[in-house]
């Protein structure tokens, strides 16, 4: 499973991309608004410091402009994954864009049957919402269960990109079901390495290691 993290916040990404952990980037608007950040300046600087795909998303809501923006989001560099909602415009532009060789991410998905659409317009990403799911007493987790089964009945290539993720438990489930990929707030990416138990048994370790009086180095 990949994982990507979900944020425009450089400091952020440049700490996860140091662990060697870090698959990717999604970003969108209300990331970058968020980061008091240039978009376009945010975007070159995130996809020179990550190998993977950075996904951008454009904000037209009609086709034609949106493919005028990804054109200029495209130049921001080699790994830019044009982001586009979901929506009869999003899904041409994405075959289009697709039939161009240019990596896609549709987002905003809530139904197994958008994934479905997304997946025939030749998505390489399709992002479902999870917690967005969840927070208004659906089940998030179950639309990628869903989507697994629809995408190997048809041998869809899309991945599925899990996001809204907000804690470990969607991570876990995520990866149970087989998601591809799940794009993550940083937060979420370091709680994965958290045990209470990993900390009292270190504790434990390195006071009996003082009291043998030796060094390694
Ligand atoms: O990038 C899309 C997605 O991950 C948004 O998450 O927490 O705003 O629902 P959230």
Known sequence: MKFFADTAEIADIRDLADTGLLDGVTTNPSLIHKSGRN???????IAAIVDGPVSAEVVATH???????????????????IKLPLTLDGLKTCKALTA????????LCFSAN???????????YISPFVGR???????????????????????FKTQILVASVRHPIHVLQAAK?????????PAVIKALA????TDKGLATFLSDWQKTGQSIL
Request: aromatic share 4%.
């Open 39 to 45: 978009f376009l300046e945010v975007i070159r600087e």
């Open 63 to 81: 086709h034609a402009d949106m493919m005028r923006e990804a054109e200029v989001l495209k130049k921001l560099g080699d790994n830019i994954c």
């Open 100 to 107: 161009q060789g240019i990596q896609t991410n549709v987002t």
């Open 114 to 124: 958008q994934a479905l659409l997304a997946a025939k317009a030749g998505a390489t």
């Open 133 to 155: 799911l969840d927070d208004m007493g659906q089940d998030g987790i179950e639309l990628i269960d869903d989507i697994r089964t629809i995408y190997d009945n048809y041998d």
């Open 177 to 185: 079901i087989g998601a591809d990929v799940a794009t993550m707030p």
């Open 194 to 197: 958290n045990h209470a138990l």
